[in-house]
């Protein structure tokens, strides 16, 4: 079974500073996807960006970009020019290619924005 | 705007009392989902259908059960709620299940056990 390990249960940056959230997974496959979703306070949780493993390209979305590292199995996730907006709970979570669309997700990692 | 519905946002209930959380969707995807998200834990998932096709996890206590009456509507029923089934319950869908389909959250039910 795949797992998914976010080692930081809470991180804080200043405003307009760049903040990476670090996410380690284990798996047997070759072709999976990686996704980091959003949960800000009482809202829903969105999709930030997400990756195919197949791909060796970063992805990237606007501030957000990833350091997708194959062999060592880890994805983190680098927010840049960061906004107060951007405070929430954020999620590292691990699809198969296989099967269900299940997402195997990570403990989650609570970011704080500091004016 | 199209998007996923969950009522009620809150829902408190007693111990072994039956209580049955909505999910509803305007994006006339075919897969619904069901997550259980308890506190300062990862969302787990507890079974999804596609379109009428049920799939419930293996882990999944006996406890759960789903129906989907149609594409737009899925319901959450927990027949004898213990305190431990207290969480964030999770409704999710994507468009189809062979794809590399973005899953679209609701807002979540947070479910409360007296």
């Known amino acids: 079974a795949q797992t998914v390990t976010q080692s930081q249960p809470e991180m804080s940056v200043q405003e307009a500073e760049t903040v990476t959230l670090s996410c380690t997974y284990d798996?047997?496959?070759?072709?999976?996807?990686l996704f980091w979703y959003k949960q800000p306070p009482s809202r829903q949780m969105i999709l930030v960006i997400r990756?195919?493993?197949?791909?060796?390209q970063n992805a990237t979305e606007n501030r957000f970009s990833v350091n997708f590292q194959k062999a060592a199995k880890s994805f983190s996730l680098k927010i840049s020019d960061s906004q107060l907006g951007d405070a929430a709970m954020y999620f590292c979570?691990?699809?198969?290619?296989?099967?269900?669309?299940?997402?195997?997700f990570g403990q989650g990692t609570r970011l704080t924005i500091n004016p | 705007d199209a998007m996923v519905i969950q009522n009620p946002r809150y829902q408190v209930t007693q111990f072994g009392k039956p209580v049955t959380l909505s999910c509803s969707q305007t994006?006339?995807?075919?897969?619904m989902y069901w997550y259980q998200q308890k506190s300062s834990q990862a969302p787990k998932l507890l079974f999804h259908?596609?379109?009428?096709?049920?799939?419930n996890e293996a882990d999944t206590p006996d406890n759960f059960q789903s129906r989907r009456p149609n594409t737009s509507f899925c319901f959450l029923d927990i027949r004898s709620p213990g305190l431990g089934d207290a969480a964030m319950y999770l409704c999710?869908?994507?468009?189809?299940?062979?794809?590399?389909?973005?899953?679209?959250f609701g807002p979540g039910t947070r479910l409360t056990v007296l």
């Open positions: 798996t047997s496959e070759s072709d999976y996807y």
């Open positions: 979570a691990y699809r198969s290619t296989q099967g269900a669309q299940k997402l195997v």
């Open positions: 990756q195919e493993a197949y791909k060796q």
């Open positions: 999710a869908t994507s468009r189809e299940r062979g794809v590399v389909d973005t899953q679209y």
């Open positions: 259908y596609y379109d009428k096709d049920f799939n």
């Open positions: 994006l006339n995807h075919n897969v």
